[in-house]
């Protein structure tokens, strides 16, 4: 084959979807976040807060759940206040 006399096939464009003002569509995973760097920190914030506040919660309600039982057990047995 001789080189010189061969054409190269034209590529035709790749089919793309585009918004009524043909305009293309975003099809990033991370793109919608670019823009919301707040929101972001947020959802990863949120709930680490929740779950801190929840655990300190519970810690909180069995150390006076366990101070009112012993203090129950001591009068109950008649033992003085320490």
Do not use: H, Y
């Not at 080189?3 to 991370?30: F, Y």
């Not at 920190?41 to 929840?54: E, K, Q």
Request: proline letters at 5%; aromatic letters at 6%; a neutral charge.
């Amino acid at each position: 084959m001789d080189a010189q006399n061969e054409d190269c096939p034209e590529v035709e464009d790749a089919v793309r979807t585009l918004t009524m003002d043909g305009g293309p569509v975003e099809s990033g995973v991370l793109a919608p976040m670019k823009n919301s760097s707040g929101r972001v920190a947020r959802a990863i914030l949120l709930p680490f807060v929740w779950v801190f506040g929840g655990l300190l919660g519970l810690a909180t309600l069995r150390a006076l759940v366990v101070t009112v039982w012993r203090s129950g057990r001591r009068a109950w047995d008649g033992e003085s206040r320490r």
